[in-house]
């Protein structure tokens, strides 16, 4: 029996039967002790209010014997007052505390009780100096030696016009309060009351919860006990092996569309298992796949080493360039004496003896590429490598034919860090590439702009060209060395190769997009100076 119990508070049926009863439990419980609350306040108001007219009812009835001074009168009325059912005593007293009349000879004299509502109700301090309450408390409640609460009510006695005029008084005009009428009036008829609705209400919020749990255990047990274990018993069918089994239940909601799944959940793991054979194959088939990436890597590794072996050769043949560079800038500088300065021809001259100073320094850079040591790096403007570059290329010949659409923000000063050559070299390869693309035949546009990425800023050079556009299965092979798709003589399948090596080597990063027929777009991003823009 007790193992039955232990397996049946692990349901979900008992779990949630216990988590919802344990709410309705608290709901009645607060619902019990509001409704108490709420009464217990109702019926205090009525005993305060009738605490009122009570105090009204003794001032009238000893009016007559204060305007006459009748104090015998007075006392009287106190004692005939206070026989009446739950009226516990009466009194009378002044600003001293002393007791003048009270239903109970014997407190006539004393004083009363300072530390009570009595005088604390009005005074913040008993001792000298007084002073008064901005807002005075008139009542409080107390338990008698019965065992029942008793209200007690103060209320002061005006110096009224009729009380200062009349011929036996000798009250000044500016007192303001003769005195204060003190009445205990017993609840106990009040507690009895309240006692007995209590208990009523106890049973009635029992019986309510005994029935809505039995109520909520039946519905739970309908709606998701049975359900729930019907889908126990079929998983355990089908963690067997037995793949035919399903749950017939036509609920309608949530667990009717979970048995739903749970049938199709069963039919697709025998679907599954039946095409365990075909998974084998294409395992088979992908290993095969993975060792052709395999291949296609070693191939790579083989085009890096031949790179290499290419950095190898250029520094065992710098040296022998070195000399006719040498003399073509010296007889460039011999000719260019013989020209005017200010002559087109002068010009030209300067540009052959700046390009072959550029070879003599590509040529370095080559040397220091196969010696591994770093390249010269300085603050470069970009604007300015990117349009001397392109005044270079516009008189070669396999640019006639080709219009250029620049525009380059002259806004922001774009300064990089980088070796002047080598970001001459990337625009360079940029704009041959552009060219023979369209056959040397097109429009080239140029463009600068400054961007943010991850709040840094990028200075971003674009070149499109109105060329055929690069194959969908050739964009991921661009970058790599002696990849081209020039015929052969017309390329050597490093441009682009060196050019995204010099940019990652700065920090950038080059992004391409490409439609096959409309043209091809390259964006080069380097990292600007922060500390000039």
């Not at 003048?100 to 001792?127: A, M, P, Q, R």
């Not at 029935?211 to 006990?225: D, N, P, R, T």
């Amino acid at each position: 029996m007790g193992d039955v119990l232990r397996r049946y508070y692990r349901t979900l049926a008992a779990k949630l039967i216990i988590a919802v009863g344990l709410l309705m439990l608290v709901g009645s419980f607060v619902f019990w002790y509001a409704i108490l609350y709420k009464q217990e306040k109702d019926l205090q108001s009525i005993a305060v209010r009738y605490s009122d007219s009570f105090i009204k009812f003794v001032k009238e009835r000893t009016y007559s014997g204060m305007l006459t001074a009748q104090r015998p009168l007075i006392q009287q009325t106190l004692e005939d007052i206070s026989i009446a059912e739950s009226i516990e005593g009466v009194s009378i007293f002044n600003h001293e505390g002393a007791t003048f009349f009270s239903s109970k000879k014997e407190d006539i004299g004393k004083l009363v009780n300072k530390e009570t509502i009595t005088c604390k109700g009005c005074h913040l301090e008993i001792e000298k100096p007084v002073r008064l309450m901005p807002y005075p408390q008139k009542w409080t409640i107390y338990k008698n030696d019965k065992g029942f609460r008793t209200l007690k009510v103060v209320e002061p006695i005006y110096n009224e016009p009729s009380c200062y005029t009349a011929k036996c008084h000798f009250h000044a005009p500016e007192q303001k309060i003769l005195g204060f009428i003190e009445a205990n009036l017993s609840l106990a008829l009040i507690d009895k009351a309240e006692f007995r609705q209590g208990i009523a209400l106890t049973g009635y919020v029992l019986i309510f919860f005994l029935a809505i749990s039995a109520s909520l255990g039946i519905v739970l047990y309908k709606i998701v006990s049975k359900p729930v274990s019907q889908l126990v018993s079929g998983m355990e069918k089908v963690a067997k092996g037995d793949f035919e089994h399903s749950v017939d239940i036509k609920t309608g909601d949530e667990i009717g569309a979970l048995a739903d799944a749970f049938t199709l959940m069963a039919k697709d793991i025998k679907a599954a298992k039946e095409q365990q054979e075909q998974w084998t194959h294409k395992l088979e088939a992908e290993v095969a796949k993975k060792a052709e990436e395999i291949q296609k890597t070693h191939a790579g590794m083989l085009q890096t080493e031949k790179l290499a072996s290419l950095g190898r050769m250029a520094a065992g043949v710098a040296h022998e360039i070195n000399n006719p560079l040498t003399g073509i800038v010296t007889f460039a500088h011999l000719m260019l004496r013989r020209v005017p300065p200010d002559s087109e021809d002068a010009e030209d001259l300067k540009v052959i003896i700046e390009q072959a100073e550029r070879c003599a320094k590509i040529i370095r850079g080559l040397l220091t590429f196969a010696r591994a040591t770093p390249s010269e790096k300085a603050e470069v403007v970009i604007n300015d490598i990117l349009s001397r570059t392109i005044y270079m290329v516009k008189n070669q010949e396999k640019f006639h034919n080709i219009k250029f659409n620049i525009n380059i923000d002259d806004s922001p000063r774009f300064i990089a860090v980088g070796d002047l050559s080598q970001y001459q070299q990337i625009f360079l390869n940029m704009l041959i590439n552009a060219a023979d693309a369209m056959n040397e035949r097109g429009v080239v546009t140029i463009a600068t702009r400054k961007i943010i990425i991850n709040d840094k800023p990028f200075v971003e050079i674009e070149f499109t060209d109105t060329g055929c556009g690069i194959p969908e299965e050739d964009m991921d092979k661009l970058f790599e060395p002696f990849f081209t798709t020039k015929p052969v003589g017309k390329g050597t399948g490093l441009g682009l190769s060196v050019s995204h090596g010099i940019v990652k080597h700065y920090g950038g990063e080059v992004l391409v997009k490409s439609a096959v027929g409309k043209g091809t777009s390259f964006f080069i991003r380097l990292p600007l100076v922060e500390s000039v823009l």
